[in-house]
């Protein structure tokens, strides 16, 4: 079964950190741009982070850079979202997906734009004192 699984998300105070998990199965990672995206309540979702493929581009939202750092483990074919710093704002459901599009893996402002080849069913992150 091809699919995505996030995992680590949870309660955390403001200041506090958390690194979410992206593991796919089924497919390798090695061939796909992953990016994590955020929704909350009442609010479109949000594009926060991009790695490429080969995992040498990598982009963030304006609204997260300098705080969240995504990587890659290809032998466990998993992405990582570190999430430090974290805000009452980036409370939300945060998923990961994976695209294969031409263009995708310049992990440009873009990316967020295109059509992704698997979703994962989201993990939670609550940001309160």
């Known amino acids: 079964q091809l699919q995505l699984v996030e995992s680590g998300g949870g309660l955390v105070q403001p200041g506090g950190s958390l690194r979410l998990s992206c593991a796919a199965s089924?497919?390798?990672?090695?061939?796909?741009?992953i990016s994590w995206f955020r929704q909350a309540p009442g609010k479109e979702r949000e594009g926060v982070s991009c790695?490429?493929?080969?995992?040498?581009?990598?982009n963030y939202a304006d609204s997260v850079k300098g705080r969240f750092t995504i990587s890659k483990d290809n032998a466990k074919n998993t992405v990582y979202l570190q999430m430090d710093s974290l805000k009452f704002e980036d409370t939300a459901n945060y998923y990961c997906a994976a695209g294969s599009r031409r263009g995708m893996s310049r992990c440009d402002s873009y990316v967020y734009l295109y059509e992704y080849d698997y979703w994962g069913q989201g993990t939670q992150v609550t940001v309160s004192s």
């Open positions: 089924g497919f390798t990672l090695n061939y796909y741009t």
């Open positions: 790695i490429s493929a080969s995992g040498s581009s990598t």
